[in-house]
């Protein structure tokens, strides 16, 4: 189950913004850092931000990351055809004692 | 560079136990705060974490699974398995086991098993 909540989708035309929100508990956003992982259609999930809003090494700075209290938010600036994917937000949970993952939004590019 | 592997089973019959293993490369799970996490993802549906084992062999499971998971290391082997019993069709899958960092977070992934339920 997820405990993570996303909006199922989110759109947008070559160069737009697009945002997708995450929204948790004080046990998990509220209490630990939150991860994004990009998935590609028919590949395994690619960790896209770390800590918030640390990009790994080659992840383009078009992707970008934010949290504030229980919620957090991955933004796409200058949205490409190739971002198209299914996008999850994770987070450790301490009452879970354990990890929890997003409900996933789907990206399309116009 | 670190990889990593599932194997096992891609046809199980409802009520047996499914055994997955991973094998990595790249790093060792003797190596304080690494570990080697397991999750899975329905078709067409979102991923779900199932299990972790830490280099000191703590081990932590999802709390909707818990009594149905066990998870083991051979460090000689660089292998972490996964053991899951009365399987059901609802647990058709792929499943992917990844590194889990000290940062808490998996990264990277392999490259997923499909377990198809099925009598």
């Known amino acids: 189950q997820s405990v993570l909540t996303q909006p199922p989708s989110a759109s947008g035309t070559p160069g737009q913004r697009v945002t997708i929100s995450c929204s948790g508990s004080?046990?998990?956003?509220?209490?630990?850092?939150v991860n994004w992982y990009q998935q590609l259609p028919g590949t395994a999930p690619k960790l896209l931000i770390y800590?918030?809003?640390q990009r790994p090494s080659g992840v383009p700075d078009r992707f970008s990351g934010s949290k504030s209290d229980t919620s957090a938010s991955l933004a796409i600036s200058g949205l490409q055809s190739e971002d198209e994917a299914d996008y999850y937000c994770?987070?450790?949970?301490?009452?879970?004692?354990?990890?929890?993952f997003g409900t996933g939004t789907k990206v399309t590019v116009l | 560079q670190i990889t990593l592997k599932e194997s096992g089973p891609t046809l199980v019959k409802p009520t047996q136990t499914l055994t997955l293993t991973c094998t990595f490369s790249?790093?060792?799970?003797?190596?304080?705060?690494?570990?080697v996490g397991w999750i899975r993802q329905p078709p067409g549906k979102a991923l779900e974490w199932l299990a972790l084992?830490?280099?000191?062999?703590?081990?932590r499971y999802s709390s909707s699974l818990k009594s149905r998971l066990t998870i083991t290391k051979d460090t000689s082997k660089n292998q972490v398995a996964l053991t899951m019993i009365s399987m059901d069709p609802v647990d058709t899958a792929t499943y992917y086991c990844?590194?889990?960092?000290?940062?808490?977070?998996?990264?990277?992934w392999g490259q997923g098993t499909l377990v198809t339920v099925s009598s």
């Open positions: 800590n918030n809003n």
């Open positions: 990844a590194h889990f960092s000290g940062g808490r977070r998996f990264d990277p």
């Open positions: 084992i830490y280099s000191d062999d703590d081990k």
């Open positions: 790249g790093f060792s799970l003797t190596t304080s705060g690494v570990g």
């Open positions: 004080s046990s998990n956003i509220g209490g630990n850092t």
């Open positions: 994770t987070a450790w949970d301490d009452s879970l004692n354990g990890y929890v």
